[in-house]
């Protein structure tokens, strides 16, 4: 008969055995790490792109397209256009890596995300000013609510333009910033998927 055993003993077999890697599971671990750290560097502007393709020029296609992944998803709405031309070239740099005839393609979804951001500057200047505008018109948008000793709320008119503007700023721009960070999402989406062909 065989031996019956208790739910620890057979959690603590289970939990040995997920313990274990394989020795391609500890390689992928270590080239993962690497990448992040070469990686790391490239965000920190300490090499270049040409530096970044010869410090990637060791790995697989997979931990390749993984970098890739990485970069994409470290972009950014606001970042600025120096970030995202940073990633850009990164991205294509490893592409050229790859061998893969798909750089016209990904560059093409990458410019998509440079003009994206461009739009979305000029948004959030415009709607900058038109709040402001808005603000220095209408004083009554210039009031907060105040809680006083006794427990009521009262609203107070002492806020200067700038004080309304932070005040308002992040609920005038949700709606706008949404939109945008749909339409990243799917120039996004749409990149992943030529990556993984």
Same mark, same amino acid.
């Given at each position: /008969?065989? $031996?019956?055993?208790?739910?620890?003993?057979?959690?603590?077999?289970?939990?040995?055995?997920?313990?274990?890697? *394989?020795?391609?599971?500890?390689?992928?671990?270590? $080239?993962?790490?690497?990448?992040?750290?070469?990686?790391?560097?490239? &965000?920190?502007? #300490?090499? #270049?792109?040409? %530096?970044?393709?010869?410090?990637?020029k060791e790995f697989s296609v997979s931990s390749l397209r993984e970098a890739q992944f990485n /970069?994409?998803?470290?972009?950014?709405?606001?970042?600025?256009? #120096?970030? +995202?031309?940073?990633?850009?070239?990164?991205? =294509?740099? +490893?592409? *050229?890596? !790859?061998?893969?005839? !798909?750089?016209?393609?990904? %560059?093409?979804?990458?410019?998509?995300?440079?003009?994206?951001?461009?739009?979305?500057?000029? /948004?959030?200047?415009?709607?900058?000013?038109?709040?402001?505008?808005?603000? @220095? !018109?209408?004083?009554?948008?210039?009031?907060?609510?105040?809680? *006083?000793?006794?427990?009521?709320?009262?609203?107070?008119?002492?806020?200067?333009? #700038?004080?309304?503007?932070?005040?308002?700023?992040?609920?005038? =721009?949700?709606?706008? @910033?949404?939109? &945008?960070?749909? /339409?990243? @999402?799917?120039? !996004? %989406?749409?990149?992943?998927?030529?990556?993984?062909?």
């Amino acid at each position: /008969m065989a $031996e019956v055993k208790s739910a620890f003993e057979k959690a603590m077999e289970r939990a040995e055995q997920i313990g274990k890697l *394989t020795d391609d599971e500890k390689k992928n671990i270590k $080239e993962r790490q690497k990448i992040r750290d070469i990686l790391s560097e490239y &965000y920190r502007r #300490d090499m #270049d792109r040409d %530096e970044l393709w010869k410090r990637l020029k060791e790995f697989s296609v997979s931990s390749l397209r993984e970098a890739q992944f990485n /970069m994409l998803s470290s972009i950014r709405l606001g970042s600025g256009s #120096d970030d +995202i031309r940073l990633r850009k070239d990164g991205i =294509l740099a +490893i592409e *050229t890596l !790859k061998g893969s005839q !798909k750089t016209s393609t990904l %560059e093409d979804l990458l410019n998509s995300i440079e003009k994206l951001e461009e739009e979305y500057n000029q /948004m959030r200047e415009g709607a900058i000013k038109e709040l402001r505008e808005a603000l @220095e !018109k209408n004083p009554r948008m210039r009031v907060r609510p105040v809680r *006083t000793p006794d427990g009521r709320t009262v609203l107070q008119a002492a806020l200067s333009v #700038d004080e309304a503007m932070e005040a308002h700023m992040a609920e005038y =721009l949700k709606g706008h @910033e949404e939109r &945008y960070e749909d /339409m990243l @999402e799917r120039i !996004k %989406e749409r990149f992943r998927a030529e990556l993984n062909r």
